[in-house]
């Protein structure tokens, strides 16, 4: 029996081949494919176990300060704290930070837009009287902004050193004897409130300059005008420049002093800048239309030396380059006005968030602005003073980039337009782009200015977390629990991650801006472990339904030579073994093939044992097959539509099935794999995730596809061997070679179509009842295509089972 | 009509080479009914097959109304088959999963409209004694004599000139027999041409000339009634 066994395996050279080359396929792939999930699995916890936690776990607001646009979007944006309303008091925190499983509680207060000291810009001496015209302008990265009118100063070449003689209009500034200088414009900066302990134990960051004391002696004026004022420190960040640009135009003109002593009524001894205010007005409007000689303009960038609470004062020399300024004014009669922003009013349109402009203006102004504070120049006594102490530089690391913890005041992720140009926020307080702050000071002086309640956020850090997996996010959990409890507004931001959001800026255009989603860590875990499950459910259900199908139709393609055997006497026990024994060596064959593999590429040992539970399984679903007994009544009449179709219909159906499930886990797998590399991509943490999982999930895919189009293969060329003595027939009455390869791909077409078309209904169904992407399923619904090319394909190479090559017998000698 | 010229066929069966046709030549003409007699093996049916342009030979042409039929490409030798030859074969050769009316309108299927097609075969069935009510029976569901009288009506439906009957009537009682070769009769008695290979004496006097294949060569010419009595002697 063996032999006779043996011989069938030998005479069916290529389908044996095909078999064993799927069966092979499988004892390999479904090891190395619960291997590689299981790696993929273990990549995508570890990714988020060692990159999902940022700086903090939980963020804690008032109660209600939740936007309307982080319930609509699902994300935080980078400057929640901005509308500088406050609402949790100094005692609250501290009763939060007591709490012992908090390890962090770091409090922190939005308290407005705040200008700091105005330097001075000094004019270069030319040998000749030159007219300087200027203009300061600032830039968001992609237009510039005037900061101030044209201003003008007139210079006298009569100048001698400590004795110089020019004509400005002076804006509540003092007039140097013996520099020209010009005053910087005002800029505005945000201000924000921390604790220095919890701040410095949340970023690893020195804010101990806050303690520093201030020069009183600076101070000493104004404290003698008012009386005691509340002096605010301020620690200025230090990797902040303002971008400034000042466009100075020099035109050389032939002026007599004389005359313009005439016309301002004084002596020749007198100095210019001594005539009354009106006259040197009136004066520098006729010398503003003087003739020119000649003119030069410069472009002179100011940035480097523009920190926002201290301004470096700075001299433009006769080339007109910048130095370093040795005498300077130095003005800080604004510092004591400041404005607090609401936030910005997002509309919500097609998936879009839009931002109109409130105010026109250079630049324009976003957000609603109200202006708090007094000028010393009125006269009335201010509620404070502000001296700049110290500096301070926050770290940007690379796990920040990961995982998203929105700190609100360190705002250091780009946004950019569309064009990938990066926008800078402005000068003004009504910028749209969230400001970094400019300058810290402590909670108590932030009393002063916001009231008992000033504190807008707390960033919490849980106690006791090394890495951020279920018992992190659980203890992360229980906390943010109590916390709500207390009537606090809680994000939990441990396992978050940046996402761009697009706005579009009335007046810029589309803009893309790094928010936080919040909880993209367990959301990429549930995505990438569903994508897994979907992934082995798809896979060993197509691996069964293909190898019972193939099983089947393997019984019935026999079921000629058992009715012979019956005849001729075999019992129907031994034709059923003789039937089952070919399939177990095929399996056998397969089996040790794919195990001398396993250990060429050195599969672990769990291979081994599930390759040896496949072929267990296979052993059994042979012997159940084989030996149930077919019932069918023998029919009469012939079917009126696809007569082929029915009746070889056990052949038929089987391959129908293993082609619609093919469909399917093509399409599915596709659009599912598509989707979630989409979804993770949209946060950085998914981006880093997707790249270290990438290759073994497009490995199983693969491999998916392979043994689907090895099932296929198999199928179609049983199917074809078995009616290979029909297309003879056809070729013998009289039909041409295209002919009959017109009439088996209509026929072939026609249930492979229907299959594959009921593959991709039943996957689309699937697919729409998930998170998957229409794009991504599209491409899921092209890419199962390749199976109807391969089916073609195959009906094309089955030409040599159609047609018996020139000079070959065909039938009997 | 048929000119068989230097006709050779050679078989490899493992190193060894049988020629099971060497060098065959006949003239087929037109209203004669030929049979081929032969023990089994000897190249009978490889001898039909090339006739009817199945069967490239090694050496030789089939010169069919002037035309040597290897000569021609697939399409037109298929259709030069499809027109002017049809086949009957001892195991009969119907396709299981067609009706017997869809059997024998399978030859003209793509070549003419489906309801004169149609009406053709039915003639073509009622002509061989196939009722109407087994029209839309399944082959598996007929008799040998039944199977064997739908192939002629389907050997007949494109109303060939040639007739190639390989043993027609092996599998068939005597009086299944004598109705088939009736009803081939009839059809060279309508001046067609009938090229018969069988085993049966009594069959293969019904033909005009009897040929004796051996050896790869048709040796003997016989008058009807000769030929199993030569055989015999031999």
Request: hydrophobic share 40%; glycine share 6%.
């Given at each position: 029996?063996?032999?006779?066994?043996?011989?069938?395996?030998?005479?069916?050279?290529?389908v044996?081949?095909?078999?064993?080359?799927?069966?092979?396929?499988?004892?390999?792939?479904?090891?190395i494919?619960?291997?590689?999930?299981?790696?993929?699995?273990?990549?995508?916890?570890n990714?988020?176990?060692?990159?999902?936690?940022?700086?903090?776990?939980?963020?804690?607001?008032?109660n209600?300060?939740r936007?309307?646009?982080?319930?609509?979007?699902?994300?935080?944006?980078?400057?929640?704290?901005g509308?500088?309303?406050?609402?949790?008091?100094?005692?609250e925190?501290?009763?939060?930070?007591?709490?012992?499983?908090?390890?962090?509680?770091?409090?922190?207060?939005?308290?407005?837009?705040?200008?700091?000291?105005?330097?001075?810009?000094?004019?270069?001496?030319?040998?000749?009287?030159?007219?300087?015209?200027?203009?300061f302008?600032?830039?968001?990265?992609?237009?510039?902004?005037?900061?101030?009118?044209?201003?003008?100063?007139?210079?006298?070449?009569?100048?001698?050193?400590?004795?110089?003689?020019?004509?400005?209009?002076?804006?509540?500034?003092?007039?140097?004897?013996?520099?020209?200088?010009?005053?910087?414009?005002?800029?505005y900066?945000?201000?924000?409130?921390?604790?220095?302990?919890?701040?410095?134990?949340?970023?690893?960051?020195?804010?101990?300059?806050?303690k520093?004391?201030?020069?009183?002696?600076?101070?000493?004026?104004?404290?003698?005008?008012f009386g005691?004022?509340?002096?605010?420190?301020?620690?200025?960040?230090e990797?902040?420049?303002?971008?400034?640009?000042?466009?100075?135009?020099?035109?050389?003109?032939?002026?007599?002093?004389?005359?313009?002593?005439?016309?301002?009524?004084?002596?020749?001894?007198?100095?210019l800048?001594?005539?009354?205010?009106?006259?040197?007005?009136?004066?520098?409007?006729?010398?503003?239309?003087?003739?020119t000689?000649?003119?030069?303009?410069?472009?002179?960038?100011?940035?480097?030396?523009?920190?926002?609470?201290?301004?470096?004062?700075?001299?433009?020399?006769?080339?007109?380059?910048?130095?370093?300024?040795?005498d300077?004014?130095?003005?800080?009669?604004?510092?004591?006005?400041?404005?607090?922003?609401?936030?910005?009013?997002?509309?919500?349109?097609?998936?879009?968030?839009?931002?109109?402009?409130?105010?026109?203006?250079?630049?324009?102004?976003?957000?609603?602005?109200?202006?708090?504070?007094?000028?010393?120049?009125?006269?009335?006594?201010?509620k404070?003073?502000?001296?700049?102490?110290?500096?301070?530089?926050?770290?940007?690391?690379?796990?920040?980039?990961l995982?998203?913890?929105?700190?609100?005041?360190?705002?250091?992720?780009e946004?950019?337009?569309?064009?990938?140009?990066?926008?800078?926020?402005?000068?003004?307080?009504?910028?749209?782009?969230?400001?970094?702050?400019g300058?810290?000071?402590?909670?108590?002086?932030?009393?002063?200015?916001?009231?008992?309640?000033?504190?807008?956020?707390?960033?919490?850090?849980?106690?006791?977390?090394?890495?951020?997996n279920?018992?992190?996010?659980?203890?992360?959990?229980?906390?943010?629990?109590?916390?709500l409890?207390?009537?606090?507004?809680?994000?939990?931001?441990a396992?978050?991650?940046?996402?761009?959001?697009?706005?579009?800026?009335?007046?810029?255009?589309?803009?893309?801006?790094?928010?936080?989603t919040?909880?993209?860590?367990?959301?990429?875990?549930?995505?990438?472990?569903?994508?897994?499950?979907?992934?082995?459910?798809?896979?060993?259900?197509?691996?069964?339904?293909?190898?019972?199908?193939?099983?089947?139709?393997?019984?019935?393609?026999?079921?000629?030579?058992?009715?012979?055997?019956?005849?001729?006497g075999?019992?129907?026990?031994?034709?059923?073994?003789?039937?089952?024994?070919?399939?177990?060596?095929l399996?056998?064959?397969?089996?040790?093939?794919?195990?001398?593999?396993?250990?060429?590429?050195?599969?672990?040992?769990?291979?081994?044992?599930?390759?040896?539970?496949?072929?267990?399984?296979?052993?059994?679903?042979?012997?159940?097959?084989?030996?149930?007994?077919k019932?069918?009544?023998?029919?009469?009449?012939?079917?009126?539509?696809?007569?082929?179709?029915?009746?070889?219909?056990?052949?038929?159906?089987?391959?129908?099935?293993?082609?619609?499930?093919?469909?399917?886990?093509?399409?599915?797998?596709?659009?599912?794999?598509?989707?979630?590399?989409?979804?993770?991509?949209?946060?950085?943490?998914?981006?880093?995730?997707?790249?270290?999982?990438?290759?073994?999930?497009?490995l199983?895919?693969?491999?998916?596809?392979?043994?689907?189009?090895?099932?296929l293969?198999?199928?179609?060329?049983?199917?074809?061997?078995?009616?290979?003595?029909?297309?003879?027939?056809?070729?013998?009455?009289?039909?041409?070679?295209?002919?009959?390869?017109?009439?088996?791909?209509?026929?072939?077409l026609?249930?492979?179509?229907?299959?594959?078309?009921?593959?991709?209904?039943?996957?689309?169904?699937i697919?729409?009842?998930?998170?998957?992407?229409?794009?991504?399923?599209?491409v899921?619904?092209?890419?199962?295509?390749?199976?109807l090319?391969?089916?073609?394909?195959?009906?094309?190479?089955?030409?040599?089972?159609?047609?018996?090559?020139?000079g070959?017998?065909?039938?009997?000698? | 009509?048929?000119?068989?010229?230097?006709?050779?066929?050679?078989?490899?069966?493992?190193?060894?080479?049988?020629?099971?046709?060497?060098?065959?030549?006949?003239?087929?003409d037109?209203?004669?009914?030929?049979?081929?007699?032969?023990?089994?093996?000897?190249?009978?049916?490889?001898?039909?097959?090339?006739?009817?342009?199945?069967?490239?030979?090694?050496?030789?042409e089939?010169?069919?109304?002037?035309?040597?039929?290897?000569?021609?490409?697939?399409?037109?030798?298929?259709?030069?088959?499809?027109?002017?030859?049809?086949?009957?074969?001892?195991?009969?050769?119907?396709?299981?999963?067609?009706?017997?009316l869809?059997?024998?309108?399978?030859?003209?299927?793509?070549?003419?409209?489906?309801?004169?097609?149609?009406?053709?075969?039915?003639?073509?069935?009622?002509?061989?004694?196939?009722?109407?009510?087994?029209f839309?029976?399944?082959?598996?569901?007929?008799?040998?004599?039944?199977?064997?009288?739908?192939?002629?009506?389907?050997?007949?439906?494109?109303?060939?000139?040639?007739?190639?009957?390989?043993?027609?009537?092996?599998?068939?009682?005597?009086?299944?027999?004598?109705?088939?070769?009736?009803?081939?009769?009839?059809?060279?008695?309508?001046?067609?041409?009938?090229?018969?290979?069988?085993?049966?004496?009594?069959v293969?006097?019904?033909?005009d000339?009897?040929?004796?294949?051996?050896?790869?060569?048709?040796?003997?010419?016989?008058?009807?009634?000769?030929?199993f009595?030569?055989?015999?002697?031999?």
């Open positions: 029996m063996m032999r006779l066994v043996w011989n069938r395996i030998i005479s069916r050279k290529l044996s081949f095909t078999i064993i080359l799927a069966l092979f396929g499988i004892f390999l792939l479904i090891p494919g619960f291997q590689n999930t299981n790696e993929t699995k273990l990549a995508v916890d990714s988020i176990a060692e990159q999902g936690r940022g700086t903090y776990d939980i963020l804690v607001r008032p209600h300060s936007t309307k646009v982080e319930k609509e979007v699902g994300m935080v944006e980078e400057n929640y704290i509308d500088s309303q406050g609402g949790i008091s100094i005692q925190w501290e009763k939060i930070k007591q709490n012992p499983a908090i390890e962090v509680a770091a409090p922190v207060a939005s308290i407005g837009y705040f200008s700091g000291k105005k330097t001075s810009v000094e004019l270069p001496q030319l040998d000749e009287s030159t007219r300087f015209t200027w203009e302008y600032t830039s968001d990265g992609q237009k510039e902004y005037s900061l101030s009118e044209p201003q003008s100063l007139v210079y006298f070449k009569e100048s001698e050193p400590g004795n110089t003689q020019y004509l400005k209009v002076l804006h509540n500034e003092t007039a140097s004897g013996a520099t020209l200088d010009v005053m910087l414009p005002q800029t900066h945000l201000l924000a409130a921390i604790d220095i302990e919890s701040e410095q134990n949340l970023t690893n960051v020195d804010y101990s300059e806050l520093n004391e201030f020069d009183s002696f600076s101070l000493d004026v104004i404290i003698k005008t005691n004022i509340p002096v605010i420190k301020v620690i200025q960040r990797d902040i420049n303002i971008p400034i640009k000042m466009k100075l135009k020099a035109d050389t003109i032939e002026l007599d002093i004389s005359d313009y002593r005439k016309k301002l009524s004084l002596t020749e001894e007198d100095w800048m001594s005539a009354e205010r009106n006259k040197i007005k009136q004066v520098i409007g006729e010398l503003n239309k003087k003739k000689a000649s003119t030069s303009e410069h472009e002179i960038d100011l940035t480097s030396f523009q920190k926002p609470f201290d301004g470096t004062a700075v001299k433009i020399n006769n080339q007109f380059k910048v130095d370093l300024a040795s300077f004014a130095s003005d800080r009669g604004e510092t004591t006005v400041y404005y607090t922003a609401e936030k910005l009013d997002y509309n919500s349109e097609n998936d879009i968030l839009n931002i109109k402009i409130i105010e026109n203006g250079q630049p324009p102004s976003y957000k609603k602005i109200v202006k708090k504070g007094e000028s010393l120049y009125n006269g009335v006594k201010p404070f003073l502000i001296e700049q102490v110290g500096t301070f530089s926050p770290k940007v690391d690379k796990e920040s980039k995982s998203s913890s929105p700190m609100g005041i360190y705002a250091t992720s946004i950019k337009t569309e064009k990938g140009q990066v926008l800078k926020p402005t000068t003004v307080p009504g910028s749209f782009i969230p400001q970094p702050a300058g810290l000071i402590t909670l108590k002086s932030a009393e002063i200015l916001k009231g008992s309640k000033p504190i807008d956020a707390i960033r919490v850090r849980v106690a006791g977390i090394s890495k951020y279920k018992q992190a996010q659980q203890k992360i959990e229980k906390i943010a629990t109590e916390l409890q207390d009537g606090y507004e809680v994000d939990i931001v396992g978050s991650s940046f996402k761009n959001a697009t706005l579009d800026v009335e007046g810029i255009g589309k803009v893309v801006a790094p928010w936080t919040l909880g993209v860590a367990q959301e990429l875990e549930e995505n990438w472990n569903g994508l897994i499950l979907l992934t082995t459910i798809l896979f060993v259900t197509f691996v069964l339904v293909w190898f019972v199908s193939r099983l089947l139709f393997e019984k019935n393609s026999l079921e000629k030579e058992d009715e012979l055997l019956t005849i001729i075999w019992p129907r026990e031994k034709i059923i073994r003789r039937n089952y024994l070919e399939q177990y060596f399996l056998f064959i397969a089996y040790m093939l794919s195990v001398s593999f396993m250990a060429i590429i050195k599969l672990e040992v769990s291979a081994y044992f599930i390759s040896s539970g496949i072929l267990i399984i296979a052993f059994l679903l042979i012997n159940i097959i084989f030996t149930i007994k019932n069918r009544m023998k029919r009469l009449e012939a079917y009126k539509h696809s007569p082929s179709l029915f009746y070889y219909r056990d052949i038929i159906m089987p391959t129908m099935v293993i082609l619609f499930i093919s469909t399917m886990l093509i399409v599915v797998q596709i659009a599912s794999f598509g989707s979630t590399i989409n979804k993770s991509q949209e946060s950085t943490l998914g981006q880093f995730t997707v790249d270290g999982i990438f290759g073994f999930q497009l199983v895919l693969i491999s998916a596809f392979i043994l689907s189009i090895l099932g293969s198999e199928c179609l060329n049983t199917l074809f061997y078995t009616r290979k003595s029909e297309f003879n027939m056809y070729h013998i009455i009289g039909w041409s070679e295209r002919r009959i390869l017109l009439h088996l791909s209509k026929e072939t026609v249930w492979t179509s229907f299959s594959i078309c009921l593959g991709l209904i039943t996957s689309c169904i697919l729409f009842n998930t998170e998957a992407t229409i794009g991504w399923i599209v899921g619904i092209l890419s199962s295509s390749v199976i090319i391969f089916v073609i394909f195959i009906v094309l190479i089955s030409k040599n089972f159609i047609i018996i090559p020139k070959e017998k065909n039938i009997n000698v | 009509m048929i000119e068989i010229r230097d006709l050779s066929k050679t078989y490899t069966h493992l190193s060894d080479k049988v020629k099971i046709l060497n060098n065959i030549s006949l003239s087929i037109k209203g004669q009914w030929y049979t081929i007699i032969g023990p089994s093996g000897t190249g009978k049916s490889t001898f039909l097959n090339c006739v009817a342009g199945l069967l490239q030979p090694d050496e030789g089939i010169i069919y109304e002037g035309v040597n039929i290897y000569s021609l490409k697939d399409k037109v030798k298929s259709e030069y088959r499809r027109l002017n030859i049809g086949f009957i074969f001892q195991d009969f050769k119907l396709l299981p999963h067609y009706s017997v869809d059997n024998v309108a399978l030859p003209l299927i793509y070549d003419e409209p489906k309801k004169s097609l149609y009406t053709k075969a039915k003639s073509q069935l009622e002509m061989v004694g196939i009722k109407e009510q087994m839309n029976r399944l082959p598996e569901a007929l008799s040998g004599g039944e199977k064997q009288r739908i192939a002629i009506a389907r050997a007949l439906i494109a109303n060939p000139k040639v007739l190639i009957c390989d043993e027609p009537t092996g599998n068939l009682d005597i009086n299944n027999r004598n109705i088939i070769l009736d009803l081939l009769s009839e059809f060279k008695n309508s001046g067609k041409t009938i090229i018969m290979v069988t085993h049966d004496e009594e293969a006097n019904r033909g000339i009897i040929y004796k294949l051996s050896n790869g060569i048709l040796e003997e010419r016989m008058k009807k009634n000769d030929a009595s030569l055989e015999s002697n031999n």
